[in-house]
């Protein structure tokens, strides 16, 4: 898991290539005026989401994880918790989901808690479990970009 600022995503370049062509996206885009739903990313084999929603107190929260990705989480507007742990301490609820490259997990009784806020944005690895959306007290909408970029094997 890598959490940091939008400003310092080139430092990340080298790490994950991929990432040019979504910070190419992030700009031109103009991903605050363009509507909640899917895109592709040119140049790129990665797909966008952009979501508004509003954090919840999970009832009944579940952790995933995702065979065929990394998630890219940008947070453009809002507050919110992430949680996270490492997949191998995680104890799976079902099987693997296919179609939706994920897999489901009961929430761990020891995770970390991540404050995400404008500005800020997190990788998540095949390795890490997570669970987004959590409601900071106060907080009513959020706008987040999920990039998912295949990895390699």
Do not use: W
Not at 39 to 68: C, M, N, Q, V, W
Not at 73 to 99: D, T, V
């Amino acid at each position: 898991m890598i959490v940091d600022t939008i400003r310092n995503l080139r430092e990340y370049f080298p790490l994950i290539p991929e990432l040019r062509e979504v910070a190419d996206f992030l700009e031109c885009a103009g991903t605050e005026k363009l509507s909640p739903g899917h895109y592709d990313i040119e140049g790129s084999a990665g797909k966008a989401a952009i979501l508004e929603y509003r954090p919840e107190d999970k009832k009944r929260p579940r952790f995933e994880t995702h065979d065929r990705c990394m998630e890219v989480q940008f947070m453009l507007r809002g507050r919110e918790l992430h949680y996270h742990a490492l997949r191998e301490k995680l104890e799976p609820i079902g099987g693997y989901e296919e179609e939706r490259d994920r897999t489901l997990y009961a929430c761990p009784p020891e995770h970390t808690a991540v404050l995400m806020e404008k500005g800020s944005f997190a990788v998540y690895f095949p390795e890490d479990g997570h669970l987004t959306a959590v409601r900071v007290p106060g907080e009513t909408l959020c706008r987040r970009l999920v990039v998912k970029l295949p990895v390699k094997k």
